[in-house]
């Protein structure tokens, strides 16, 4: 008899589930966005993100097992995001999970969402692709990893300060453009000059394999509304200079993105990178990213578009705990921190 594994993901703003096969066959893969609750405010408002699971998580399990057409009894396992996120969310997903691992008497599974972002490009890739690099680039985290299997992940650096993605959506919120920024900033940027306005990147020149985008958003900030004190206004914010800074702005962001990519790779002698993340589903950064490994005689794996941004498939990482029998206690608590291994 084939085993199934029920996956349930509401680490963020996304109600997910997913249910996998023991071959890691995606049979079906439902994802909730809230992204019309939170338009309205620019970003992620965690008790209406907490509420939203809420309503949906039961909807949402049951459309993903529907879609796989089989029935809950028919699950080997339940696995579930634990950490990081929010920590309301994470905890809708989490009692689900128990309650069903509970009443189906099967294991319970805990999930990195981090290491589960990291795994979506082996699932794109379909072999093994580790030991790798990892970078995962979304709205809540930028991080670097040192990747010796799927489960065993060494933090290399991550930002100080904002993830990227949420520096996406800040400026496009001082740009006046919708949410998510993302998205918004790279259709602006079509049509802009990246070299028009030279935007800060932080610690480019420097070793250290850490992130920093504040020191960038603010500069967008000042170059949009003035500077706090001075004079002198800045010009009108037209379509062509939104454009200008929009494209200035994400290839900033690219930049660095790339070189601490490349001096990752450098210093642990990897050959392999793997991206995942909603940043990653940026244009931009996927061709400059993969002109970069080109350069460097580097295999990249970037996750596909769907399964960058926040998805239950990616929780197939659970199929590497059930095999190695790592399974959570049923009074598990949700770690709503970044785990630095
Ligand atoms: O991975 P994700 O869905 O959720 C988190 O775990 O944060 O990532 C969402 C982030 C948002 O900040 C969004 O603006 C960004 O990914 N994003 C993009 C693009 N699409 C989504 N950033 C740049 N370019 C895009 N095309
Ligand atoms: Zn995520």
């Known amino acids: 008899m084939k085993k199934y594994l029920l996956s349930i993901e509401s680490t963020?703003?996304?109600?997910?589930?997913?249910?996998?096969?023991?071959?890691?066959?995606?049979?079906?893969?439902?994802?909730?966005?809230?992204?019309?609750?939170?338009?309205?405010?620019?970003?992620?408002?965690?008790?209406?993100?907490?509420?939203?699971?809420?309503?949906?998580?039961?909807?949402?399990?049951?459309e993903a097992i529907t879609q796989a057409d089989i029935s809950l009894q028919n699950l080997s396992a339940v696995?579930?995001?634990?950490?990081?996120?929010?920590?309301?969310?994470?905890?809708?997903?989490?009692?689900?999970?128990?309650?069903?691992?509970?009443?189906?008497?099967?294991?319970?599974?805990?999930?990195?969402?981090?290491?589960a972002h990291i795994y979506a490009c082996k699932l794109h890739a379909g072999e093994d692709?580790?030991?790798?690099?990892?970078?995962?680039?979304?709205?809540?985290?930028?991080?670097?990893?040192?990747?010796?299997?799927?489960?065993?992940?060494k933090l290399l650096g991550s930002t100080i300060d904002d993830a990227a993605g949420e520096a996406f959506d800040k400026v496009a919120q001082i740009l006046g453009l919708s949410y998510p920024g993302g998205p918004a900033i790279q259709q602006a940027a079509k049509q802009g000059n990246p070299k028009q306005f030279p935007f800060p990147r932080s610690f480019l020149k420097e070793d250290r394999l850490a992130f920093s985008f504040s020191g960038l958003k603010t500069a967008v900030l000042y170059q949009t509304q003035g500077q706090p004190g001075a004079n002198k206004q800045p010009p009108e914010l037209t379509p062509t200079r939104i454009a200008d800074i929009a494209a200035s702005f994400q290839q900033a962001v690219v930049d660095v993105l790339v070189a601490k990519c490349k001096q990752a790779i450098q210093k642990t002698g990897h050959k392999t990178l793997c991206i995942g993340g909603?940043?990653?589903?940026?244009?931009?950064?996927?061709?400059?990213?993969?002109?970069?490994?080109q350069g460097?005689?580097?295999?990249l794996i970037i996750a596909p578009m769907k399964?960058?941004?926040?998805?239950?498939?990616?929780?197939?990482?659970?199929?590497?705990?059930?095999?190695?029998?790592?399974f959570a206690p049923l009074d598990l608590d949700p770690t709503p921190g970044l785990v630095r291994a």
């Not at 399964?307 to 790592?326: S, V």
């Open 296 to 299: 460097e005689n580097i295999r």
């Open 12 to 62: 963020c703003d996304e109600t997910a589930a997913a249910v996998i096969d023991e071959n890691y066959q995606i049979l079906s893969s439902v994802v909730s966005s809230q992204i019309d609750l939170h338009k309205k405010y620019g970003g992620v408002v965690p008790e209406i993100a907490a509420r939203a699971h809420l309503e949906r998580i039961l909807p949402v399990i049951d």
């Open 79 to 115: 696995a579930v995001a634990t950490q990081p996120g929010l920590v309301g969310s994470l905890l809708v997903g989490v009692t689900a999970a128990k309650t069903l691992a509970m009443l189906l008497e099967v294991p319970l599974i805990s999930i990195d969402h981090i290491a």
């Open 307 to 326: 399964y960058c941004t926040d998805n239950a498939a990616m929780g197939a990482i659970a199929w590497e705990k059930f095999n190695a029998k790592i």
């Open 278 to 293: 909603g940043v990653a589903a940026n244009t931009e950064f996927r061709t400059q990213m993969e002109t970069m490994c």
């Open 129 to 153: 692709v580790f030991p790798a690099i990892g970078l995962v680039v979304s709205g809540g985290h930028t991080n670097l990893y040192d990747c010796q299997s799927a489960l065993d992940l």
